[in-house]
């Protein structure tokens, strides 16, 4: 994948400020998801990042793709797209997958589990909200549109 680049409210000029995107799609059952989260991880908008920024980038990114293919894609042969936008210290991501919608049209929670009944999963939400500033989500038609904005120092 080439490394594209996008300009300030999509004009053109020598004064614009111009920000690194990548756009990635993949099927989405869970060996994919691995696959498309290592492209992620060599895309131009990561490669900018720090260290630290990118290991935060790539929990966030790996929790919310594995959540995509279990539970909205659910081996139905849905497909997940991912565009992500290095900003001035922030990192945009919106995630869209034609699975099946959240539970009550909304995002969970993402409270911690009762440690006393040691789940095996349960963490997700709770990790992508803690990484993230901003969530948001919309189903739009038969398509879930997840958009993120994760701080980070470059």
Known sequence: MRAERMAVNGMASQ??????????????DLES????????MRSAPLARLGPEDRGRAE???????NNI????????????????RLEPARLCLVVEDDGVAMPSG??????????A??????FGWFLIRSLARE???LRDGK???LGIVMDCEQ
Do not use: K, Q
């Open 15 to 28: 004064a614009a400020v111009e920000w690194p995107f990548a756009l990635i799609e993949m099927p989405g």
């Open 33 to 40: 998801v691995r696959a498309g989260l290592a492209r992620a």
């Open 59 to 65: 929990i966030l990114l790996a929790e919310v793709l």
């Open 69 to 84: 293919a279990e539970h909205a894609c659910c081996g139905s042969g849905a497909g997940i797209r991912l565009l992500l």
């Open 106 to 115: 909304a995002l969970p929670a993402g409270e911690l589990p009762d440690a």
């Open 117 to 122: 009944s040691l789940p095996e999963g349960g």
């Open 135 to 137: 969530i948001s989500y």
């Open 143 to 145: 398509t879930n549109r």
